[in-house]
């Protein structure tokens, strides 16, 4: 685990992939207990980062969205799902 590219190195998508990665390893149970939190260490660190990218990439969309005015426009949406659960 120590080859592994700095979090805020990582893209969205690579971040993300990883994360999944070790959710899987650590329900799986197979690791051995430094191993797993090592593992476990790393996905507090992407899930954090992923976090606050999506904050940022919010707070982009209401400032793109803003009208001539500069009121926000109303714009139809669902929530993000903020919970710690991975669906696979």
Known sequence: ??????VD???????STELELIIRSL????????ES?????RGVELLQSLRSRLEDAEQK?????KDMDGTD??????????????NL
């Open 1 to 6: 685990m120590a080859d592994r590219k700095p």
């Open 9 to 15: 190195e990582l893209t969205y998508k690579e971040a």
């Open 27 to 34: 329900e799986s149970g197979d690791m051995e207990l430094e």
């Open 37 to 41: 939190l090592e593992s476990y260490t």
């Open 61 to 65: 969309v209401s400032v793109l969205l």
């Open 73 to 86: 426009t109303l714009v139809p949406g669902e929530a993000a799902d903020t919970s710690d659960t991975l």
